[in-house]
């Protein structure tokens, strides 16, 4: 969570972000716990680049400094932010074991409608994440056809559609599974990752993202 403080304009707002534990996920199912542990200090250290980040960023900006250290670090806010928002959606999507995705629950019907069924938009999210590449795979919704769609993206900062709502966040970058796998482990490690999906969690993800009942189909 971060913490903000705002009493007036007295300089740039700079936020204090901190690890988001109670996002921590524990005994998963075929993701080890030391899996877990390394991988969450990456997850700190993203924490701690944003807020050095906008330390950095608050200083420059409060002595009117916006030349090429400004325009580096500047450019170099999408990477440590998204590093940080998507490890957050990453590790709070998992829950040992998963909870089970409803039948008849909205996001179930959704996802039939956007690709035919369960087992279609699996297969192609399973897909995305095999892509060459170090990256994400996220089901997002698009808000503006009401639909559900598999986006890859490259790094952590590249190829988001702006103001879609993220459901499913993978992390397939090697380090997500190279603890207990190898290079070539990741097919393996997407395979878990799904055993261990929190589908109540994206069911509520989806509600609130798109609280009308869908209407027309549009996924790809
Ligand atoms: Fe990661």
């Not at 956007?114 to 170090?134: K, L, Y």
């Not at 009401?146 to 590249?158: G, P, Q, R, T």
Request: glycine share 12%; net charge neutral; aromatic share 12%.
């Amino acid at each position: 969570m971060g913490r903000a403080a705002r009493r007036g304009y007295d300089g740039p707002m700079t936020t204090i972000y901190e690890p988001r534990k109670e996002l921590r996920p524990r005994r998963l199912t075929g993701i080890s716990e030391e899996q877990i542990s390394q991988h969450w200090t990456l997850y700190e250290g993203y924490v701690k680049n944003v807020n050095l980040l906008g330390g950095k960023l608050a200083a420059l900006t409060e002595k009117g400094e916006f030349g090429p250290e400004f325009a580096e670090l500047k450019r170099r806010e999408g990477f440590e932010y998204d590093g940080m928002l998507l490890h957050e959606h990453y590790f709070g999507i998992l829950k040992g074991g998963g909870t089970p995705l409803e039948p008849g629950s909205r996001l179930s019907r959704c996802l039939a409608l956007c690709f035919g069924s369960f087992a279609a938009w699996r297969r192609q999210f399973a897909a995305v994440g095999m892509m060459r590449g170090s990256g994400w795979v996220i089901l997002y919704h698009d808000p503006r056809r009401d639909a559900l769609v598999n986006f890859w993206i490259e790094s952590h900062e590249d190829g988001h559609p702006a103001g879609f709502a993220p459901i499913v966040v993978m992390d397939v970058w090697e380090h997500a599974y190279m603890v207990d796998g190898s290079a070539g482990g990741r097919s393996e490690y997407i395979e878990k990752f799904f055993l261990n999906v929190d589908w109540a969690k994206a069911e509520n993800a989806l509600r609130a993202a798109a609280p009308a009942e869908p209407v027309a189909a549009g996924g790809q």
